[in-house]
């Protein structure tokens, strides 16, 4: 073999595993990508599950006590809401955060929903507000809630 050939043999082979390499590297890198989105939907999925948890133990508590509630756990129930509704501010902020992040769409429909429990949690909040506090002299809703 000619020395010329024992160079190319050598060029071509280099050239064969920088090639072998970089496709290699590209998978997992590409593989390490989708990693990071599957993480970040299972994280962006809990924290909506957490959200949608507040919301139906919140909702148990107008079941529970309806109108007929101690004064004493009212000072309770007013804390809680307080709260929850800094909770509830915290989490549209970095809910906001991360819809500014995803430009391309890659988390948008667990976003959207993460941002209705959001939305689920603020009207949660304002219900037993309303049911708790404002209402709660109210004859009129206190009929109604009697004959529900």
């Not at 948890?53 to 007013?78: H, K």
């Not at 307080?82 to 667990?110: H, L, N, P, S």
Request: proline share 1%; hydrophobic share 40%.
């Amino acid at each position: 073999m000619s020395m010329v050939s024992e160079r190319l043999n050598i060029v071509l082979e280099s050239a064969k595993n920088k090639a072998y390499e970089k496709r290699v590297s590209q998978k997992f890198t590409i593989d390490d990508i989708l990693d990071s989105i599957l993480h970040l939907h299972k994280v962006i999925d809990a924290k909506a599950d957490a959200v949608r948890t507040i919301v139906s133990e919140l909702e148990n508590i107008t079941w529970e006590y309806g109108s007929e509630i101690p004064e004493a756990d009212l000072r309770g129930i007013s804390e809680l809401l307080g709260i929850t509704r800094d909770f509830a501010m915290q989490c549209r902020e970095e809910y906001g955060a991360m819809t500014g992040v995803d430009t391309k769409g890659i988390a948008k429909k667990r976003l959207d929903e993460y941002g209705w429990a959001i939305d689920d949690l603020f009207e949660t909040i304002d219900d037993l507000e309303g049911v708790f506090f404002r209402m709660r002299n109210d004859g009129e809703f206190e009929a109604l809630t009697e004959r529900i």
